[in-house]
């Protein structure tokens, strides 16, 4: 099991301390030209949840690979997966080919911003296209809100895809006192404890699926959630919205786990990885 | 890990009603207070994020901030109790810049927080405040000695020239001192997740494009802020 954090939850360059706490470092997503973002206000707090409109806000590619990407070599101890982003199939692959292999230990491609408006081409096509630009493992982040999420995991791992990311945000809406939007942008993606179980059943239906590791994430607040993605069929977890809150969450969150296994009679975060699928029979409930 | 990047548990000390705010205090503990200016991230009870909020009084062994309940999480901490216990962020950002000749200090409502502060760094300068009543004058009490205005009158109706201008308060204010008073460091709000550059959601409009207020800011040279006020207008 490795601890990373959830692409655009943590900024390495800004807090470097914290990216090298966790097991990964996940960059924000990467785009071919630079975006500025959304416009303000980019965030909302709703019902254990938080609304984020930010707009893949990045400085693009050229500049990532020229300035950013080698600070971050410089920085970090642990090793870098890159958040690839785009709008169609070449923008991924070309960005995938420029990802130099000594630097980046795999790639992420962000399948499901909710804050972007333009069509991106199919999940399964830019996986495809990705596969032939980069020998770097390919891990696709898809978002909860397809109606056949099994299908979509399914032909990216036929696609050739090495793992997924579970799962994005959803698209939600907020208001405020005159009953008007409260993000600048409208809509914007939904993360915190009110996504959790969202996310677990994702997990579980596209580990069941495709047999792939699964990077789990959605509200993940302790070790007892993690353990819950791990037990859901996730290898690894992310954080996201939790380091907002508590940027010591990376100790102290591998510190809960070590607990929350003890207290489920699990061996190891890795030994749990799969248990909700157990037959019934294997854990009968007392009556 | 600096403690910048940790949050830490805090006891309250004391709550203090000051006309619709609250001073909060908390112990210190092993915090520095930072410089004037610089912010802290406080976590609201029954909230799943921590709120900003500039220093507003540093006495030995405790940290003091002004809080204006405007939503569930700004309600929450007012209602906190002696003995109650928050988790603690900070100092965050960058301050104000003390090297200035003829220091005035300007703070609108909520906004005279980082003020007191302040005051006390820069030896007691002359100070501003306009509030919307008389009730949120009673702020005005945190900063003695300071001249007091109360809508309709406006801090702008009665600034002085030939000041090194250090404000505070709503953007409509500050807009108007950034037109003023070129010179003039203003402290600014956004919502933040985080305070610490993770999150990217406090971006505002600094330098012509959007960047962080949190890193950037979130005391900002007007010069930074103008060419923004006139996409504005």
Known sequence: MRLLNASGCLDALAAPRVANELDVFVTKTVTPLPREGSPPPRLAETAHGLLNAIGLANPGRDRFLAEHLPRLGELLTVPIWVSVGGFTAADYAETCARLPLDAVAAVELNLSCPNVDEAADSAAAIVARCRLATPLPLYAKLSAAHPDLATVARAVAAAGADGLSLVNTLRGLALDRRLRPLLGRGSGGLSGPALKPVALHAVSVCAEATGLPVVGMGGIQSGRDALEFLACGARDVALGTVLFADPGAPARIRAELAQACAEAGVASPDAAVGLAKAPETARKVPA | ?233
């Open chain 2, 1 to 233: 890990m600096r403690s910048s990047e940790q949050a830490a548990r805090h006891r309250v000390t004391g709550a203090e009603r000051l006309g619709p705010y609250t001073l909060l205090r908390l112990e210190r503990r092993a915090l520095d207070p930072g410089w004037p200016g610089q912010f802290f991230m406080l976590q609201a009870p029954g909230r799943l994020l921590p709120r900003p909020f500039s220093l507003c009084l540093a006495p030995p062994g405790e940290l003091g901030f002004l809080i204006e309940p405007v939503g569930p999480g700004t309600e929450a901490l007012c209602a906190l109790e002696r003995g109650d216990v928050i988790g603690v962020l900070g100092p965050l950002g960058r301050g104000y810049r003390l090297d200035v000749e003829r220091p005035l200090l300007v703070g609108g409502g909520i906004g005279v927080a980082p003020l007191p502060w302040l005051s006390q760094a820069l030896h007691a300068p002359p100070a501003l405040l306009g509030f919307r009543t008389q009730d949120h004058a009673a702020a005005a009490a945190l900063l003695p000695g300071a001249e007091v205005v109360v809508d309709p009158l406006l801090v702008t109706d009665v600034l002085p020239d030939g000041y090194d201008v250090l404000a505070c308060g709503p953007e409509p204010m500050l807009r108007a001192l950034a037109a003023r008073c070129p010179s003039a460091q203003l402290a600014w709000e956004a919502p933040m997740a985080c305070g610490y550059g993770a999150c990217f959601g406090c971006a505002v409009e600094i330098d012509g494009r959007l960047q962080r207020l949190c890193l950037e800011g979130p005391v900002l040279d007007a010069a930074r802020v103008t060419a923004a006020a006139e996409a504005v207008a």
